[in-house]
């Protein structure tokens, strides 16, 4: 049973526009909402990160909005650029998983020159 | 800083051979945790470390197992490798298991032919 549900599986954005990647989930004591961001051979790296007293939160071109009534959580990438292509992966977690982070499957991410 | 270490990067081995991988943390951090990547199954938790001690397990047969030491270096073995084993295997750290900001290594590539 997926607890993380992350859609859509693949979009393909121009240079400069706006890619967003929604996520969903059912457990109410998840505290913690983190993006990560994949290249092809690397490791997941932390991008961005909200917790659920926050409904949006801002790092340079990248915004969480957060939702916690509809229990759902959104990546936007605004100005998108070829160097954002990459598989993205939301999370949740809970201090009660004892290190367990909760992936969804994946958004793979390509923006076009 | 230096960030979480694996090694090696890549393996070959054949099936019914054992493997183990090896993980060194950030600098400071005690609990570390395992996942398997894998196309079809996506990031799955295996197992977290903290302070030497297994506190959480994910759905994996006993033939991967894992340890930590006292400096939080941690590894993970697989035994009785099956052509299904083969994935990324990431390892991720951080300061304790509360907060989930879990830092990832680059991951070890493991082919089973």
């Known amino acids: 049973q997926q607890q993380v549900k992350q859609s859509p599986q693949s979009l393909i954005v121009q240079k400069g526009g706006i890619s967003i990647i929604n996520c969903a989930y059912e457990n109410t004591a998840f505290d913690y909402f983190p993006w990560y961001q994949q290249f092809p051979g690397k490791g997941p790296a932390l991008l961005i990160a909200?917790?659920?007293?926050?409904s949006e939160k801002k790092e340079g071109r990248f915004t969480i909005s957060f939702n916690k009534s509809a229990k759902q959580f959104s990546l936007h990438i605004m100005d998108s650029q070829p160097g954002d292509s990459a598989t993205y992966f939301c999370a949740a977690y809970t201090t009660d998983s004892w290190g367990k982070l909760q992936f969804g499957a994946g958004t793979q991410v390509v923006v076009t020159p | 800083k230096a960030g979480v270490t694996q090694t090696p990067r890549y393996l070959i081995k054949t099936r019914g051979q054992q493997v183990t991988l090896s993980c060194s943390p950030i600098?400071?951090?005690?609990?570390v945790s395992w996942y398997q990547q894998t196309p079809g199954q996506g990031l799955q938790f295996l197992f977290e470390?903290?302070?030497?001690?297994?506190?959480n397990k994910g759905n994996f047969p006993g033939r991967f197992s894992g340890r930590q030491f006292s400096n939080s270096r941690s590894e993970m073995n697989v035994s009785t490798l099956e052509l299904g084993d083969s994935a990324l295997y990431l390892c991720?750290?951080?300061?304790?298991?509360?907060?989930?900001?879990?830092?990832f290594g680059s991951g070890t590539r493991l082919t089973v032919v």
């Open positions: 909200i917790r659920p007293d926050v």
């Open positions: 991720a750290s951080s300061l304790d298991w509360i907060g989930g900001g879990y830092t």
């Open positions: 600098s400071g951090h005690r609990s």
């Open positions: 470390y903290f302070s030497e001690t297994q506190r």
